[in-house]
Nanobody, 127 residues
């Protein structure tokens, strides 16, 4: 498992933006997919977005399409989640997760299929 560290969370007003980072220490992200998930109090963990390091294809949950962008920086071993037009319902702890090996698009949203997780970063959007 590759240790992952998230950063960039915080408090922002509705309509604002935040950029989350997910850094891998040691081993590179190559051959991994990296996903972002979130969990609000009392709710199940929800898939947000994922990116494949080979080819860079991306997948998003419908509720964030057009507002969030997942990207990667190979040189920095880092995956980003740019979040724009934030809404109060985006409030949650955001986690990044690493997957070793291929997953087809329909399975990228299944958190149980990921091999490693970060500690999470809190995002709070005020109305």
């Amino acid at each position: 498992q590759v240790p992952l560290v998230e950063s960039g969370g915080g408090l922002v007003q509705a309509g604002g933006s935040l950029r989350l980072s997910c850094a891998a220490s040691g081993r590179t992200f190559s051959n991994y997919a990296t996903g972002w998930f979130r969990q609000a109090p009392g709710k199940e963990r929800e898939f947000v977005a994922a990116i494949r390091w080979s080819g860079g294809s991306t997948v998003y949950v419908d509720s964030v399409k057009g507002r969030f962008t997942i990207s990667r920086d190979d040189a920095k071993n880092t995956v980003y989640l740019q979040m724009n037009s934030l809404k109060p319902e985006d409030t949650a702890v955001y986690y990044c997760a690493g997957r070793v090996g291929y997953l087809r698009d329909s399975l990228l949203g299944h958190h149980l299929l990921y091999d490693s997780w970060g500690q999470g970063t809190q995002v709070t959007v005020s109305s």
